[in-house]
Structures are given as structure tokens and as C-alpha cells.
């Protein structure tokens, strides 16, 4: 008897002729989620399986996958041989140990992917309900709402087990590319960067601070921020921009109520440069329509017009509420609400314009040559690898 955790994948499943490359990719991955816990990794008919995990290790190896980008659930099992009498006599040890819990009604559920394997799916239900039953007459079948689900899998080996553990889900994490994800430290943008991982991407992410106006705390904080991100998404690269100067720049040279959209305009020249170096496809926020001034319509419109690579806003359609349920799941929550103040804070005008007219904001921007202050922001950024 052998403790295997089978891992069903989510929408890779539904690939054609790429799936192998897809499947390639997530066991890839699941290695490297795996890695230093001993487990040997292999794939067969639609299902992963990891096995050779000590005891002690394996609360954190189901914690580890549950954050792996392209599994959809996994089971924690019993892998047997498939002589029947070994297969009854493990299902009937694993019903104990729930039972024992106080669970009184059970259920079988089979699954015959060998189908050399002398019963069929249906007989498999039965015998093993009668047997369980004749064994443990204090249980009884609800095949309704059962307290235990026993499932057996019939494939290279028996798989007997109870629990379906949900998973992250998505695509396997570098199948889409990369993306470059605007990062401050508010609850919005680790989210974006954590929903757009999850379809495949693998991400940098771009940082713009205004020492000495934002503290070194605020920054730190940020740098917290990708760790968790990375604890989801896989090795992130973090550039951290000075923006002070060209912020100064729009602050005094530009219309008061112009400044929040010109600001972002640049942050988002500085990270498309950024992005094109690193290979990234797109640009990544954690806007959401109507958020604040600089998310209306027009606002975005005026901000798009700054670049030409796609930007992808995952959060447009989302309330806050619904981007804070994600920013606890994942756990970035806390640490976005420590109260340190973002540079887009800092500077923000008292009317900012809601419905900026675009020729109107390169007007503004041409007011100002900003290509050197562009190029010293870059040659200061400092880069780190994080998770
Ligand atoms: P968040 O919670 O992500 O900070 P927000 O509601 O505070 O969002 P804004 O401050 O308007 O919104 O920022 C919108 C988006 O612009 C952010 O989600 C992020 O992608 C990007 N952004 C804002 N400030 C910065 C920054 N200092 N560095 C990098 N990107 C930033
Ligand atoms: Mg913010």
C-alpha cells in the first residue's frame, strides 16, 4: 500500500493536439512545486500522480500543489494492487478512519479506466457498498447525501480515497508567456497579477516608488507583496523604478488636474520599455471602471494611448469587494491594507479631471521633454528575482 496523491488537471484536459505540451508544462511544474519532498512525479491517462512523499511531508506537499496553476483538485489516496480482497480490505480501513470521526452514511463511487479489470464500475459499487456494510453495520447508504465518499480508481493501480481537495485551477503557469504587472501596494494589482498567472502567464513586475515622498517601508512593503504573488505564481522579477523626478516634472510643469492621468501615461511608457526587455507581451493593471478618477473610460482611453503593447485590466468588470475576497484567498490582503503610501497618493491633485480629453493630455505631455528623465529612471531601477 502506497500513499499517492492523484491530481486531476482543469482545463488542460480540454486541449487537442498540444496537450502533451501542456501537460509537459504542469508536470514541470508540479515538480517544482514538489521539490526537496522526495516525490516521484509521472502522468498516465489524464491523471497525475505523486507518490514516494514521507508522512511529515505531506500536508505541506498538498499545500504546495493546491497553489500549482493548472491542477483543478487532488486526492490524497491509497494506491493498492488490484486483487479485490486488497482492495476491500483498504477501502474498509479507510471508512474506519472517517467513521471513527462520527460519520455515519457513506457512498461508493468506482471509476474502471482499466477496463481488463474483471467487474465494471457498477458492480464495483455494489460489491464493495455490501461489504463495507456487512463489515460496518452501523452505516448505512445515502446515495443522496453521503457523509463519506469512497472512491475507487481503477487504473495501473487500485486508488481508494475519500477526499477531493479543490485547487488553483487555470493554466499552467509560462504556457500563455509573460506579462509585465504594474505593481503598487494596494489590494488591487496583486490580484490582477495573481488572475492573469493563473491563464498561464509568468510575470515581471514593475514598481514605481518616490523616495524620499513614499518610505522605504512603503517599498518593503511592495517587495512583501511579490513574495506572496510568487508563493502563487512562480519566480516573479521585480523592478523597482525611481519615479520621483518625472512625478516632480508633471507636478510642475503640467495642469494640476491633469497630473494622475499623465502620471500613469508614464509609468506605463517606462513599463512597456521594461516589458519588451524582459519579453513580456503585455501590460498588467489593477484597474477596475469607475474606481477612481483615473479608471473612467476616458481615463483608460487616455492611458492606452501612452503605449503600444496590450494592456490587460482582469479587474475592470469587479467590485471591490469581489477583488478583496480574492486579495484574502490568496493572501495579500493584510499586508496591501499596512497604511504606506503609494506615489500615486502622494500627488494626487484635489480635482482630477474625470473625462480627459486625450488631445488635451498629449498637449500637456509635450510640455515637458521627459526621454532623459525616462532613461535615468531605468538606469536606476533596481531588479531582484523574488520567490
Ligand atoms: P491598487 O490597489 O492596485 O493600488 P488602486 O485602486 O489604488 O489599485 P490606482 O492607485 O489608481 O488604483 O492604481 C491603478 C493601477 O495602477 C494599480 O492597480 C497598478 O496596476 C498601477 N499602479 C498604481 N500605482 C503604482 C505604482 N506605484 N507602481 C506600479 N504600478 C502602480
Ligand atoms: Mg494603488
Redesign the pocket.
Known sequence: MENVLLIRYGEVHLKGLNRPYFERKLIERIKLALSGLNATVKREQGRIYAFGIGENDNEKAIDMLTRVFGIHSLSPSYGVEKGWDTICRTALEVVKQEAAGGKRTFKVFARRSDKQFFMNSQSICRELGGYILDNMPELSVDIHNPEICLSVEIRDMAYIYTKEIPCAGGMPTGTAGRGA????????????GYMLAKRGLELS??????YPY?SERARDK?VELARILATHTGTIKLHL?P?TEIQLAIYDNCPPKET?VLM?RL?MRI?EIIARQDGALAL?????LG??A??TLESLCATNDAVSLPVFRP?IGFD?ED?TNVARKIGTFET?IQPYE????VFVPQHPVTKPRLADIRKSEALVDFSEMIERALKDTEVAEIG
Open positions: 504587472l504594474l505593481l503598487s501596494g494596494g489590494i488591487d494589482s496583486p490580484v490582477a513586475a514593475v514598481h514605481f516608488y518616490s513614499t511592495v523604478v519615479f494622475t500613469r509609468m513599463a498588467i493593471t489593477g484597474e477596475s474606481q477612481v483615473s479608471q479587474l471591490k477583488i496591501s503609494d506615489c500615486c497618493t
